[in-house]
């Protein structure tokens, strides 16, 4: 672990929506899953917080709080309202995945508005405004920053987290750095890759935590895009609930067909905002119940 201180488009999105429509579980209002087993701690939440095009996910457990990513800038107040809403004050961890503006827009907006104690950064960086306004205030609220490696764990009340990205690795994209996260809940799992790519998964695969990456929610990598969820990675995580977090007609077409039609020949589950809006994941330990906005 490493501690830095201180210091052709429109055909495509109507082909998208067409599938997801007519697909049964494109939008299930609740959902459950049991397995055997016990938990210590009453619950995990994991909040897909509608952000339009981009990520903003809150874990939620007993006492604690963590944020992954924090959507674009344009959804600044939204989701400081959400957050307030949800009794946020304090943020354990705010983890921004990697440093593009609908990942980090509104973090600068996050440390001005709750007191975070942690940061956690993957090791890359940008040269634009947005990621420089973040840097900014990390700084001024004095919050303690982490680069974290492959292997690295924290614990949120009784949720573990582990780290399955790799660092030291050469990347020719931003997305490619992203931090990739497993969560341990009792017997529940749930993977979060924010724009991770099939090279980083492949990386991941070929690990000594490939094991991890087995899990019954799986986050979409990039808002669905073709250029992430390889065949591979996707049957060695297995996942029954997939989440998507994207725009509704946004400019990139995502969710792509492609990936969608993995997803449902696997008869896999799944959530995406621009169709459901904000999505809760609640676990016991045991049970998995999904619930939408919409």
Do not use: W
Request: net charge negative; charged share 25%; glycine share 6%.
């Amino acid at each position: 672990m490493k501690n830095k201180g201180k210091g052709i488009k429109f055909l495509i999105v109507t082909v998208c929506l067409l599938i997801s429509a007519i697909m049964t579980n494109s939008c299930v209002i609740s959902t459950e899953a049991s397995k055997d087993g016990k938990s210590n701690a009453e619950y995990f939440k994991l909040h897909m917080i509608d952000v339009g095009q981009g990520d903003a996910f809150l874990l939620e457990t007993d006492n604690s709080f963590m944020l992954v990513d924090a959507g674009p800038n344009k959804c600044e107040k939204s989701l400081i309202s959400y957050l307030k809403k949800r009794r946020v004050k304090k943020l354990k961890y705010a983890l921004f995945t990697h440093p593009h503006e609908d990942h980090i827009g509104s973090g600068d907006a996050v440390l001005d508005n709750f007191r975070v104690e942690k940061v956690l950064l993957p090791d890359a960086q940008s040269s634009t405004k947005t990621f420089e306004k973040l840097l900014d205030a990390i700084d001024s609220e004095n919050c303690e920053t982490i680069i974290p490696e492959q292997g690295d764990t924290f614990m949120l009340d009784n949720a573990k987290i582990t780290v399955l990205s790799l660092t030291g690795m050469e990347y020719d994209n931003l997305n490619k750095y992203s931090l990739v996260i497993r969560v341990d809940f009792g017997n529940n799992s749930f993977l979060l890759t924010g724009d991770a790519e099939s090279e980083n998964e492949k990386d991941i695969l070929k690990s000594e935590y490939s094991s991890l990456i087995d899990c019954d929610l799986l986050k979409i990598g990039h808002h669905g895009s073709v250029s992430s969820t390889d065949e591979a990675f996707l049957d060695k995580a297995s996942p029954e609930y997939a989440f998507i977090s994207c725009g509704a007609g946004n400019d990139y077409g995502h969710p792509h067909y492609e990936t969608l039609e993995k997803l449902s020949d696997r008869n896999i589950k799944i959530y995406r905002t621009d169709y459901c809006g904000t999505t809760v994941c609640t676990s016991d330990g045991n049970t998995i119940t999904v619930k939408t906005e919409f």
